[in-house]
């Protein structure tokens, strides 16, 4: 069992910045793959960035050179640094993890999901 605990979420003006963090926590053996999506109303989920437990990372088009995902191992944290941020960038943003369970059985997991909301 995994619980996925975000915060950092809020409301700020556009071209503010916000820090958004995820910490896994549980009975896992090892945390894999993390990644932060996002849902606008109206739209589908949609994948923002994305980081291997190697530190490997992805984005989407829309958030490259503004976004930056980053994790700490050690606390099976995730974090998304957003700078210079726009009206089209809120949504709830749901952190992902996969893992690798106590039982070696892979799996995955949603967290609950924080709003961000940018005003222009």
């Known amino acids: 069992q995994v619980q996925l605990v975000e915060s950092g979420g809020g409301s700020v003006q556009a071209g503010g910045s916000l820090r958004l963090s995820c910490a896994a926590s549980g009975t896992f053996f090892r945390i894999n793959d993390m990644a932060w999506y996002r849902q606008a109303p109206g739209k589908q989920r949609e994948l923002v960035a994305s980081?291997?437990?190697?530190?490997?990372?992805n984005y989407a088009d829309s958030v490259k050179g503004r976004f930056t995902i980053s994790r700490d191992n050690a606390k099976n944290t995730v974090y998304l640094q957003m700078i210079s941020l726009k009206a089209e960038d809120t949504a709830i943003y749901y952190c992902?993890?996969?893992?690798?369970?106590?039982?070696?059985?892979?799996?995955?997991?949603w967290g609950q999901g924080t709003q961000v909301t940018v005003s222009s």
């Open positions: 980081i291997t437990s190697r530190g490997n990372t």
């Open positions: 992902h993890a996969a893992y690798l369970g106590s039982d070696w059985r892979p799996g995955d997991y």
